[in-house]
């Protein structure tokens, strides 16, 4: 991964690769909207700078699936073992 210098501070920062993804900044205590009502909310909870990783709230539907990747990624796998392929299987994880 290549690395840019932060606007603040000037610290290295990690840059990923987000080309065809929407990045959204967000505080803990805020939130943002999927799709166009208000069905669908995402809150980020806590931000944990020693362990590297997000919590996060969904607000959404019940009939609205809701999965961490490697457990969707799962589910394909096994409802595809009998079935055909599925390309979004290999699709890169961001």
Do not use: C, W, Y
Request: proline share 6%; net charge positive.
């Amino acid at each position: 991964m290549a690395i840019e210098q932060r606007a603040r501070g000037n610290q290295p920062r990690e840059k990923t690769e987000t080309s065809g993804l929407l990045v959204i900044t967000r505080n803990p205590g805020q939130s943002f909207f999927i799709g166009e009502g208000e069905d669908i909310e995402v809150f980020v909870l806590e931000i944990d700078r020693r362990h590297n990783s997000v919590r996060v709230g969904i607000k959404a539907p019940r009939e609205v699936s809701v999965d961490r990747r490697e457990r969707r990624m799962d589910k394909l796998r096994k409802k595809n073992l009998s079935g055909p392929a599925n390309p979004q299987l290999n699709r890169p994880t961001t």
